[in-house]
């Protein structure tokens, strides 16, 4: 079964706009982890967030996270055509301990057009 | 250096036919993930090694699948008497410690039952 829901399902934008994607989890968790993939490939980790953090950056990548809310929202800024991929955010199993495995949720598939 | 591969890419199997699916993960890494992807989905936890031992199998879809780590290094995924259901990506993820970080995808196995 999968925790997350992203939301969209789809999205296209024109190049330069931003890009955001919101992620819904069911149970409590540790942290809360964002990753791209283009078709055909593997999963490329983008950035994580720890429960007890609200908002983190790296680059063009905003990921806030509202824990009472269960939700997260992932903001791509400027975005390019290079972008295009689907976007996953993956929760951890939430059961205590450090099982470790991932769950992740149906995706958001981003086209970017130049 | 070298990320997770997984060999062999691409897996054409007739139904009822056995196979084995490789994953080697960066080196010295801990923790071992399989996942299952099916076309237009997030993927789904199948089992979690640590170092040689295997903590995690809940989410292995039925007794024909059967993974291993014996060394602690290389992984084998192997599938007895494929059905069409099976057809998916089978993606290999590796971390480096025993808690919840990121984790590092090979570029996965699309197999395909007929």
């Known amino acids: 079964s999968q925790q997350g829901e992203e939301d969209p399902q789809a999205l296209s934008i024109q190049e330069g706009e931003n890009a955001t994607m919101n992620c819904s989890y069911k149970t409590s968790i540790n942290n809360l982890q964002w990753y791209r993939q283009n078709s055909g490939r593997g999963l490329v980790h983008l950035i994580l967030?720890?429960?007890?953090?609200r908002e983190k950056h790296s680059g063009r990548l905003r990921v806030t996270l509202d824990t009472s809310k269960k939700s997260s929202s992932l903001l791509i800024t400027a975005s390019r055509a290079a972008d295009t991929a689907s976007y996953f955010c993956a929760t951890d199993a939430g059961y205590g301990g450090s099982q470790g495995n991932l769950i992740f949720g149906k995706g958001t598939k981003l086209s970017v057009k130049p | 250096g070298a990320g997770v591969s997984q060999s062999p890419r691409y897996k054409v199997a007739k139904r009822g036919q056995d196979v084995a699916l490789r994953c080697d993960p960066i080196s010295g890494h801990v923790s071992l993930f399989w996942y299952q992807q099916a076309l237009g989905q997030g993927p789904e936890f199948l089992t979690y090694f640590q170092n040689e031992a295997q903590l995690d199998k809940s989410g292995l879809p039925s007794d024909r699948f059967f993974a291993e780590r014996p060394e602690g290094s290389v992984s084998t995924l192997k599938i007895q008497r494929t059905q069409q259901e099976d057809s998916a990506v089978y993606l290999c993820a590796s971390s480096s410690g025993l808690d919840q970080d990121e984790q590092f995808f090979g570029p996965g196995t699309r197999l395909t039952v007929l």
């Open positions: 967030i720890r429960s007890n953090e």
